[in-house]
């Protein structure tokens, strides 16, 4: 037909027909996009997609063209966008307690870097600890401790080699109003290599899954080698913090590093969340506790007078997993007067009552040796049928031996069980009035 002619009232009705079917196919696509937080940037999430951009357009639009007929959204991209949706919907299950403000403000999210990056209230915390003009985050990941790092630093430099998730990052920033953080597409020796300005602060978050496989307390085989950057690019800057795995050993990393290291044992709810290395300012090697709470934190160093309060009955104390970490045991002997109930224990007994950060502190009312067997009688005739059960060098878990024991969990009266030998030991303690 010419393009004068007068269009036919069944070619009408084919343009009426064409046009509703792209209509249903771009409002299920809206529909999708706005389960996704209205968000089309949320394509860029995968780095196979970043080739592709004309794709990313007609998922959006709900239609793309494949040769000279068009039709709705393939398989394919409707595979993704399903995926996409799962994926986004399991990351807030798990960021409602890890990045609650995150959640509240519509950010997205992908798996990897969520299960690694610093919880907000803990990157908060760093954000409080330092500051300064200029930091370089040489990991950025997920970018939360650059958010909090965004409040105590006037300029931040943030790279990453993903950069399907740098165009999550840049969304989130712009939709919390970040406008001091700037995410660069690239690697951290890369980077260094082509830049030697000075800078306040260098931040080092190294992936401990560079394979896809969990290492825990091995530094050296995070990526990128923290130890290696270090080494060769030290002069940047006077101040490096380095995130560690809570299962480092502490004295370990010191030995690799040929400088003062000051260490942060960051503890929550009695559980280490993670570490925090300082090298290149600090004056002397120490470790200190920084424990997080609701409303704040507070530091102990390991050289600190500690605040105790002392107790006419006995006390039985199980130091906390970060001052146990930390080394702090032999510093809280010497000040409490507690004692250990055998050379390598955790578990002490006196008359002080030490800070909680350091240790869970109990009243003594009952001690027996013996076998499992001779305990659970022990037990029985003090009529305890409901308690809380820890273990600590036993030769079965705090579960499985309250099982054996036959009681219920719970309760006031807390049971502290020892002893891998023949002859095992169990206290029983109930908290202080």
Same mark, same amino acid.
């Given at each position: 037909?010419?393009?004068?002619?007068?269009?036919?009232?069944?070619?009408?009705?084919?343009?009426?027909?064409?046009?509703?079917?792209?209509?249903?196919?771009?409002?299920?696509?809206?529909? +999708?996009?706005?389960?996704?937080?209205?968000?089309?940037?949320?394509?860029?999430?995968?780095?196979?997609?970043?080739?592709?951009?004309?794709?990313?357009?007609?998922?959006?639009?709900?239609?793309?063209?494949?040769?000279?007929?068009?039709?709705?959204?393939? !398989?394919?991209?409707?595979?993704?966008?399903?995926?996409?949706?799962?994926?986004?919907?399991?990351?807030?299950?798990?960021?409602?307690?890890?990045?609650?403000?995150?959640?509240?403000?519509?950010?997205?999210?992908?798996?990897?870097?969520?299960?690694?990056?610093?919880?907000? =209230?803990?990157?908060?915390?760093?954000?409080?600890?330092?500051?300064?003009?200029?930091?370089?985050?040489?990991?950025?990941?997920?970018?939360?401790?650059?958010?909090?790092?965004?409040?105590?630093?006037?300029?931040?430099?943030?790279?990453?080699?993903?950069?399907?998730?740098?165009?999550?990052?840049?969304?989130?920033?712009?939709?919390?109003? +970040?406008?001091?953080?700037?995410?660069?597409?690239?690697?951290?020796?890369?980077?260094?290599?082509?830049?030697?300005?000075?800078?306040?602060?260098?931040?080092?978050?190294? !992936?401990?899954?560079? !394979?896809?496989? =969990?290492?825990?307390?091995?530094?050296? #085989?995070?990526?990128?080698?923290?130890?290696?950057?270090?080494?060769?690019?030290?002069?940047?800057?006077?101040?490096?913090?380095?995130?560690?795995?809570?299962?480092?050993?502490?004295?370990?990393?010191?030995?690799?590093?040929?400088?003062?290291?000051?260490?942060?044992?960051?503890?929550?709810?009695?559980?280490? =969340?993670?570490?925090? #290395?300082?090298?290149?300012?600090?004056?002397?090697?120490?470790?200190?506790?920084?424990?997080?709470?609701?409303?704040?934190?507070?530091?102990?160093?390991?050289?600190?007078?500690?605040?105790?309060?002392?107790?006419?009955?006995?006390?039985?104390?199980?130091?906390?997993?970060?001052?146990?970490?930390?080394?702090?045991?032999?510093?809280?002997?010497?000040?409490?007067?507690?004692?250990?109930?055998?050379?390598?224990?955790?578990?002490?007994?006196?008359?002080?009552?030490?800070?909680?950060?350091?240790?869970?502190?109990?009243?003594?009312?009952?001690?027996?040796?013996?076998?499992?067997?001779?305990?659970?009688?022990?037990?029985?005739?003090?009529?305890?049928?409901? #308690?809380?059960?820890?273990?600590?060098?036993?030769?079965?878990?705090?579960?499985?031996?309250?099982?054996?024991?036959?009681?219920?969990?719970?309760?006031?009266?807390?049971?502290?069980?020892?002893?891998?030998?023949?002859?095992?030991?169990?206290?029983? #303690? =109930?908290?202080? !009035?």
């Amino acid at each position: 037909m010419p393009w004068f002619a007068v269009p036919t009232e069944g070619h009408l009705s084919f343009l009426r027909r064409e046009a509703q079917e792209t209509a249903v196919i771009q409002i299920r696509t809206a529909m +999708i996009i706005f389960a996704l937080f209205m968000v089309r940037e949320i394509y860029c999430k995968l780095n196979s997609i970043l080739g592709d951009s004309l794709r990313i357009e007609r998922i959006s639009d709900g239609f793309y063209y494949k040769g000279d007929k068009k039709s709705g959204i393939s !398989d394919e991209d409707a595979t993704f966008i399903k995926t996409t949706i799962q994926e986004q919907q399991s990351c807030r299950l798990k960021a409602k307690h890890k990045l609650p403000s995150w959640l509240t403000q519509q950010c997205l999210f992908a798996t990897v870097p969520l299960e690694q990056c610093t919880s907000e =209230r803990i990157s908060s915390v760093k954000a409080h600890l330092f500051g300064g003009e200029k930091l370089l985050s040489l990991t950025g990941g997920l970018g939360v401790d650059d958010h909090a790092f965004a409040r105590s630093f006037d300029q931040i430099t943030s790279i990453d080699t993903d950069t399907g998730l740098n165009a999550i990052v840049r969304f989130n920033q712009a939709r919390m109003g +970040i406008d001091n953080v700037t995410r660069l597409d690239m690697g951290a020796e890369e980077f260094l290599l082509q830049h030697t300005s000075q800078w306040s602060c260098v931040y080092v978050d190294p !992936d401990r899954r560079p !394979d896809g496989n =969990r290492i825990m307390g091995n530094t050296a #085989a995070y990526s990128p080698d923290v130890f290696t950057l270090y080494k060769n690019h030290c002069g940047i800057s006077r101040r490096w913090l380095i995130k560690l795995s809570p299962m480092t050993d502490i004295q370990w990393f010191q030995k690799q590093v040929d400088c003062p290291v000051k260490m942060y044992v960051f503890s929550y709810k009695n559980e280490i =969340r993670e570490m925090l #290395a300082e090298i290149g300012s600090a004056d002397t090697t120490e470790t200190c506790i920084v424990e997080v709470n609701d409303i704040g934190f507070s530091i102990i160093d390991n050289d600190a007078q500690l605040t105790l309060m002392a107790s006419e009955k006995p006390i039985f104390c199980e130091l906390t997993a970060a001052a146990i970490k930390a080394g702090f045991k032999q510093h809280i002997i010497e000040q409490s007067g507690l004692t250990p109930i055998n050379k390598n224990s955790y578990y002490l007994t006196g008359n002080a009552i030490i800070p909680h950060a350091l240790g869970r502190s109990f009243i003594l009312e009952h001690t027996f040796s013996g076998s499992l067997g001779e305990i659970e009688k022990q037990i029985k005739l003090l009529g305890i049928i409901k #308690a809380n059960v820890s273990a600590r060098d036993f030769i079965l878990p705090a579960e499985e031996a309250r099982k054996k024991l036959g009681l219920k969990d719970g309760g006031e009266m807390y049971l502290f069980l020892t002893g891998k030998d023949k002859i095992k030991t169990c206290f029983v #303690a =109930r908290k202080p !009035d």
